[in-house]
């Protein structure tokens, strides 16, 4: 028999070390965690990374003081393949100080987000905890950690997704803000300042979510995802990575017929968008962002045959489809992520306008709207235009008129263009003729035939007789004309290099 060879002392050590990091070791914490109704980060470890995947940056690392003691300092992180995909790794581990930021861990994750730039592998943030972690504040110590800058500069050089599965405050708030989709799990917390950075600013006790409720970060537009718990979370972070992979290969076919009732007769009617995305995406393959914050606009990532598109659509549920100042936020925010990753834009215009009064002017209408453009006027990937209904005036205009050179620029036969609301524009055109007529049922009815002739002028079909539109088709096939222009465009990697300019707003 051969005997079994006892393992070198200072290999021990190691094992012994590396065994310490893991949940097994540590009953308590895992007990305190499960206690808060919480994942360890090991255990969301586990569920990101692919089996057998990761390679971990860090873990022996300890805090600076000899008398703390905190597996990795606090911070979880390293490389990992997640569905198959290259990625980094950064998940803050609330049972070690709170998931507090350390000098340590400080110079741990600014690794990683320098090796993320370096190797361009995307980045996700499991963000647990309350800020800096005061202990580590001693004098003569730098107190200027890269982290903040280094994560900045990885926008628009490589996807980065956040999750935020309890509490995220002061630099994991900061963190959180900067990441491409954050996604939050419904009962947590986000705020700039925890309860005792707030207490003693303002003399005030609030619990944690009395001061950054997760639904106040949802109606603000800062949480791009709602879900339920860490593994809703996990698998919200893998679907969207997923859009900046390649090419699927499993497309199941939605029903095109329904694409033909999308659309009310009625013209005042109004109806949900998402119907026309089911009909045109594959199915199973929308995820919407940011679905209750600037509800008139719907800004989502698809899959047409299996390629990944983003969709920013008019919703005529909310204000008719007018693009107010939110609105024009959110759908710059998505067409610039949308350009950084190589991913063509799907326009779906159904707008009045741009939304207008002294109430949209307070604002910032005038700088926000144009916000919206200046970011559709300047992106490098191609755009396609669908017109399901109403196309009016300026909002138009942005939203994949011919100025912008979509790549190919469609109508559905009830569009109506128009440079501004019919009705308006029959009352400004008209104006004086109508209130002439003393007879009202005369005015009733001069006013009708003058609608109708602006109607007629602005239909599909008058419309592309000027040539607005390159073609107006069965609603029925637009996925199959979407599909063929997506096959001409080029690889993401020819696409031009992105030019700087100056966001309005």
């Known amino acids: 028999m051969t005997e079994k060879k006892q393992i070198r002392a200072e290999l021990a050590a190691i094992l012994d070390a590396r065994a310490n990091l893991q949940d097994a070791a540590r009953p308590g914490a895992a007990a305190r965690q499960a206690g808060r109704g919480r994942w360890t980060v090991r255990q969301a470890l586990d569920a990101i990374a692919d089996d057998g995947s990761f390679v971990e940056y860090g873990g022996l690392v300890r805090p600076v003081f000899a008398d703390m003691d905190g597996p990795a300092d606090g911070l979880v992180m390293g490389t990992a393949r997640v ?36 190797l361009g592998l995307p980045v996700i943030c499991w963000l ?53 989709c954050l996604i939050g799990i419904r009962d947590g917390a986000i705020g700039l300042g925890g309860p005792p950075l707030v207490e003693a600013a303002m003399g005030v006790k609030l619990k944690p979510e009395e001061i950054g409720p997760l639904d106040a970060h949802v109606a603000a537009g800062v949480v791009d995802i709602v879900v339920e718990d860490e593994a809703e979370a996990i698998a919200a972070a893998k679907r969207y990575l997923g859009y900046f992979g390649a ?24 109806y949900d968008v998402r119907r026309a995305m089911e009909g045109i995406c594959d199915v199973g393959s929308i995820l919407e962002l940011r679905r209750d914050f600037a509800r008139s606009i719907v800004t989502a990532f698809a899959r047409i045959d299996g390629r990944s598109v983003g969709v920013v659509a008019n919703q005529p549920m909310h204000l008719a489809g007018s693009i107010d100042a939110q609105a024009a936020d959110k759908a710059a925010r998505f067409t610039q ?80 263009y128009g440079g501004m609301g019919l009705e308006g524009a029959v009352q400004i055109a008209y104006g004086r003729e109508l209130e002439a007529m003393e007879n009202e049922d005369e005015r009733a009815a001069r006013r009708a035939e003058l609608l109708a002739q602006m109607q007629h002028a602005g239909s599909s079909l ?5 040539f607005l539109y390159d073609d107006v088709i069965d609603p029925a096939t637009t996925r199959d004309v979407l599909k063929n222009t997506l096959e001409t465009f080029p690889e993401s990697s020819s696409l031009p290099p992105r030019r700087a300019y100056i966001e309005p707003f």
């Open 247 to 270: 090419r699927s290969t499993e497309v199941i076919e939605p029903n095109v017929e329904v694409l033909r009732e999308v659309v009310p007769e009625n013209r005042r009617r109004a």
């Open 128 to 180: 647990d905890g309350g800020g800096a972690r005061p202990q580590d504040g001693a004098p003569g110590r730098r107190l200027a950690p890269e982290t903040f800058v280094l994560f900045a500069q990885l926008s628009g050089q490589v996807p980065t997704v956040g999750i935020v599965p309890s509490r995220a405050f002061a630099g994991h708030a900061n963190l959180a803000g900067m990441c491409d």
């Open 83 to 118: 569905d198959g995909r290259s990625v980094n790794l950064v998940l803050y581990d609330y049972t070690v100080y709170g998931g507090s930021q350390s000098y340590m861990n400080h110079i741990k994750i600014s690794r990683m987000f320098t090796h993320a730039k370096k």
């Open 337 to 416: 992520i949308c350009d950084a990753f190589g991913i063509p834009v799907l326009l779906l215009c159904d707008t009045p306008g741009l939304m207008v009064g002294p109430d949209s002017e307070k604002t910032g209408i005038v700088r926000r709207s144009a916000r919206l453009l200046t970011a559709l006027a300047n992106a490098r990937v191609p755009i396609m235009t669908v017109v399901l209904r109403k196309a009016y005036g300026l909002g138009f205009y942005i939203m994949g008129s011919q100025a912008l050179s979509p790549a190919v620029l469609l109508a559905w036969p009830g569009a109506e």
């Open 462 to 466: 008058e419309t592309a007789a000027r």
